[in-house]
């Protein structure tokens, strides 16, 4: 293929910059809602792979084209769900640059930019979040191999203690590992303990009434657990977004001589708020954590960190073997992302939430977080005055659980999809179907609420009607 010409390579930047602004411009009149079909998108983009080179104009017109009904407005202030933030300004154009400039993250000597930016993003991550100054991050893809990675760092840390090398010698022979949680721990806790070898489910402890673990209950289980332990707490339940007690239970772990791992893929930002002090209390004596940059930090997809109080432990768990890899050249060990995280070759995603960080400051953090919980605390107000309608959990941050008197929620829920103001989902929580909200976008505002609720009671009230 020829080298692009400077006209087109022009032109495909004015392309995007056009494709951009117009996505942008009109997502707050879309449906929120993809409008199109796996046939459209088939019929649109596939066929046989074409035997000549096309012109990157053209490919990237058709992509455009295939987009406007291809993509669920996630960045809307309108979208509510799963837990899916939007994209702060700053981030989306920092995360637009990176791949232009391709570096590869890994290395320090073939990506200064990307390993400096992660590098200063943990210091103001650290700050932020209350964790110790001291600690080791890891910019990884999102919550699940942070918590995957946690898992790998903890599995090292209690089994050397107990003597055992479990990256030379394996798992098979060794003192067994035991991994404790909350009855509500997020499934990705499990799927990590599947991927690292521990077993399938967790020793589970029981909760309270939003989820969240009970001390005394972790205390008892404890009391009949020996050996290498893993206790796994959690901030923000993905349904209630309850918070765990976590410097109780952490005090109650460490005195059984357990690690202690944070799942804080939305709820650990939490800690930045000053209201919220005191249920976040003792954090940061916990000895890992999994937080993630592309929920309530608002950066594009995909940016989690995965951190730990024990660098050491941190690099003998998850570090590459230098002497294995002689071709290639190693330089600071905090620099070098090869050493903190399970890959290899990686983008630099620290950018972008360099990006944000510095675009917000420490302010526009604290408020975008609070507002999240402010925009979800008004769902809650707006929505428990409609006969009928009740709120099913402690709104304490973005999430609230909601039940419908005498409607099918699956249909709800399909009516309000469709209708396409906003863009909720359904759950199961304590054996109710309920429909489910999670406040995670930046933009989110009082008017988007109202919209929001205004369509989601016009949908109830037909529903209820027929
Ligand atoms: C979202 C979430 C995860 C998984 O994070 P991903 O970024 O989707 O991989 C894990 N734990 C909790 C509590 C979550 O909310």
Known sequence: MPRPDPRTTGQLLDRV?????????????????ATGTPDELRDALGGPLPDAPEDPVAVLDLLTAAAERGTTATTSARFFGFVIGGAVPAAMAAD??????????????????????????????LDLLTLPPDAAMGFVTGGQMANTTALQVARHHVLAAAGWDVERDGLAGGPPVTVVAGRERHSTIDRAMRQLGLGGRPVLVDVDDDGAMRPDALAEVLGGVDGPTIVCAQLGNVNTGALDPVGAVTDVAHGHGAWVHVDGAFGLWAACLPRLRAATEGVGRADSWAVDAHKWLNVPY?????????????????????????????GERTLDAVEWTPEFSRRGRGVAVWAALRSLGRRGVVDMVERGCAMAARFAELLAAEPGVHIRNTVVLNQVLVGFDDVDVDALVTAVQQEGTCWMSGTRWRDAHLLRISVSNWQTDEEDVERSVEAVVSAYRTLRAT
């Open 17 to 33: 910059r056009t494709h951009a602004a117009r996505h942008l411009a009109a997502l707050d009149d879309r449906p929120v809602r």
């Open 96 to 125: 637009m640059l990176t791949p232009v400039w391709d570096q590869n993250a890994g290395l320090y000597v073939v990506g200064p930019l990307a390993a400096v930016t992660e590098e200063i993003a943990r210091g103001w991550l």
């Open 302 to 330: 995909d940016a989690g960190m995965v951190v730990t109080a024990h660098p050491a432990s941190h690099v003998a768990a998850v570090g590459t073997d230098r002497g294995q890899s002689a071709y290639l050249q190693f």
